[in-house]
């Protein structure tokens, strides 16, 4: 991985209750990037889930788009600071792209376009918690944020929500993804302040 490219804008702010605690509001949508941002044509584009016994299901984006859509409102925490509060997307469910899937692993890692991995427990990806996201504010996912789709895991830090995402591995441990291997905490919940590890 390359450049960290860097976006912040904002002031700090307190006193807010949807805010955890270090975290400031931003009515902008900051960039914070790994390397280059890819470009993938949505007619090359795919989404995959893995299991750990090698079975494989994947989605083309017509057949990702023949799912079952839905609005997603939540607010969205980066691990720099930044909060954005009340962000509105449109994706499908990982409950739906899971619901066929067959496995007994409590861990996944998620693999973008570009190389990215980060690793979320396959339960914070269940229950109505997580999304494959390929809308914003009702325009489709810029490719800066994204697009054509990233995972979408608002209860996490934001770096848990890969950006260019291309499928999830179901592996029978806990991998460190790329910024979980630069120091970064395993878990990431910002509740908890778990920005670091």
């Known amino acids: 991985m390359g450049i960290i490219s860097s976006g912040f804008h904002g ?14 509001e931003t009515e902008s949508f900051p960039v914070l990037t790994a390397g280059p941002a890819p470009y993938i044509a949505r007619a090359d584009w ?52 899971f619901e066929d899937v067959e496995t007994t ?4 890692t998620a693999h973008s376009y570009g190389g990215y991995t980060t690793n979320v427990p396959l339960q914070d ?8 996201a390929w809308e914003f504010d009702g325009e489709p996912l810029e490719r800066a944020h ?23 591995e179901l592996t ?5 993804g790329f910024w979980e291997s630069n120091g970064y905490h395993i878990y990431g919940d910002p509740w908890r302040e778990e920005r670091y590890s």
């Open 172 to 176: 029978p441990h806990d991998v460190p």
């Open 46 to 97: 795919e989404f995959f889930i893995t299991t750990e016994t090698g079975q494989r299901r994947a989605w083309s984006w017509d057949e990702f788009m023949a799912l079952p859509q839905v609005d997603i409102r939540t607010d969205i925490h980066c691990v720099t600071s930044w909060s954005k509060l009340g962000t509105s997307w449109r994706g499908v469910s990982l409950d739906a792209l």
């Open 105 to 108: 692993s409590e861990f996944t």
């Open 125 to 132: 990806l269940l229950d109505g918690q997580a999304w494959v």
């Open 146 to 168: 994204g697009g054509p789709a990233r995972l979408l895991v608002p209860h996490l830090y934001f770096w848990k929500s890969a950006k260019w995402v291309n499928g999830i």
């Open 11 to 24: 002031k700090r702010r307190t006193g807010n209750p949807a805010l955890p605690q270090g975290q400031y």
